[in-house]
């Protein structure tokens, strides 16, 4: 009888960089065009099932059967928003969570994946802390969430008719999982496999200090967001605990290196998550302006308002109130911009990741595969 490896013997194909593929083919004896052909399958046709690649010689197949995987994540939920945002719900093959929103938009489409399933950090205003870390992901988990989100939105090979950009702003702390994520974006860069290069991915951190200075040694590296919630050391404490590790200055010093490495038309961002009565007064936003002034880092900033969820003692500040501290940040020389919230109504939006799959109507359950 055939046994099947298990899943972490089988070495996991997608989180692999064309050379690795051609490496691992000529393990087994197969010539180096095998191992493109089998990276083009993956890659650039996102072909999930080594059975369909039927390019390739069957008994190879057969044998990549055995020792490979494709696929590792099973879509066990998929919503869709009324405003065409998809949230898909996945499980990886040992059992954890893992979120992933495609928004659709007029000129690009923004893929949001997840770096780690849960998340270490104790932000008090984002869902995802709740569960606590389950684990990181692998360079192929991250590789499969865009893989999956492209394949349902236009089908599988199917090439985008927009540009994708991708935000490492789902579950978890992308900067505590930097060498996968760095991986998964030099597989998906290559030009014959996805073809999304850095210059397209945002990632985003809660203020990982030594690692926003590795990252500025990175070369072809994304660019930067840094989500602040608070003008203050002693308001960060209580609403981002990281602050306690790495306070402000750390990380606004930590920034100031990292503007070097911005290229002429590139600037860092800063995240700003508005929660009613708590960080979002006149005072607040002039503290904010005076913060940033003080270190002049080429920067613009994002006033997100707070996407509600059910266990969060928040509220979202008004349309008025988040004008208003715009008009002062901006009064000030910050460039301010404010995000529209996308898929709140299947809790695909900011910080409302936390794996829920009951509280929602059928109507906008798409179905699993
Ligand atoms: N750990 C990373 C990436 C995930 S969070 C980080 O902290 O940056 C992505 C963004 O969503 C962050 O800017 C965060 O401040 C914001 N966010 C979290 N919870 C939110 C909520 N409930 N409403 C609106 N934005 C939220």
Redesign the pocket.
């Known amino acids: 009888m055939l046994r099947l490896p298990s899943m972490e013997k089988a070495v996991q194909l997608t989180g692999l960089t064309q050379p690795e593929i051609v490496s691992f083919v000529e393990t087994l004896g197969e010539p180096a065009y095998r191992g493109r052909q089998l990276f083009g399958a993956l890659q650039h046709r996102r072909q999930r099932s080594f059975d369909d690649i039927t390019d390739l010689p069957k008994e190879l197949r057969t044998r990549l059967n055995d020792i490979a995987r494709a696929a590792t994540l099973k879509v066990e939920s998929q919503y869709l928003s009324d405003d065409g945002t998809r949230r898909y719900l996945m499980k990886t093959h040992d059992s954890l969570p893992v979120e992933t929103v495609f928004i659709p938009e007029e000129r690009r489409d923004t893929i949001c994946f997840s770096s780690q399933s849960g998340?270490p950090?104790q932000?008090t205003?984002?869902?995802?802390a709740q569960l606590g870390l389950l684990r990181s992901l692998t360079a192929g988990e991250i590789v499969e969430q865009i893989q999956i989100a492209l394949n349902d939105a236009y089908g599988t090979g199917v090439k985008p008719p927009r540009g994708t950009n991708l935000v490492?702003?789902?579950?978890?702390?992308?900067l505590l999982n930097l060498d996968q994520l760095l991986q998964a974006l030099r597989v998906m860069a290559d030009p014959q496999g996805m073809h999304i290069v850095p210059n397209r991915v945002t990632v985003?951190?809660?203020g990982v200090v030594p690692r926003i200075l590795d990252l500025a040694k990175t070369s072809d590296r994304p660019h930067l967001?840094?989500?602040l919630?608070a003008p203050t050391d002693e308001l960060r404490n209580e609403l981002m605990p990281i602050n306690k590790r790495w306070p402000l200055d750390d990380l606004l010093g930590a920034c100031k290196v990292f503007e070097k490495t911005l290229k002429p038309n590139e600037r860092l961002t800063f995240?700003y998550?508005m929660l009613d009565g708590v960080n979002d007064s006149d005072e607040q936003a002039r503290q904010l302006a005076n913060l940033l002034n003080r270190y002049t880092i080429k920067s613009k900033v994002n006033l997100?308002?707070?996407?509600?969820?059910d266990p969060?003692p928040?509220q979202p500040s008004s349309d008025e109130r988040v004008e208003q501290f715009k008009n002062i940040l901006e009064s000030k020389g910050i460039h301010t911009y404010v995000r529209r919230?996308r898929g709140r109504d299947i809790f695909a939006?900011?910080?409302?990741l936390a794996a829920r799959q009951t509280t929602l109507t059928n109507t906008n359950l798409v179905g699993a595969n």
């Open positions: 998340c950090l932000c205003f984002c869902l995802t490492a702003m789902g579950a978890g702390e992308p985003s951190t809660a967001a840094i989500s919630a995240e998550v997100i308002p707070h996407n509600p969820a969060l928040y919230p939006a900011c910080g409302q």
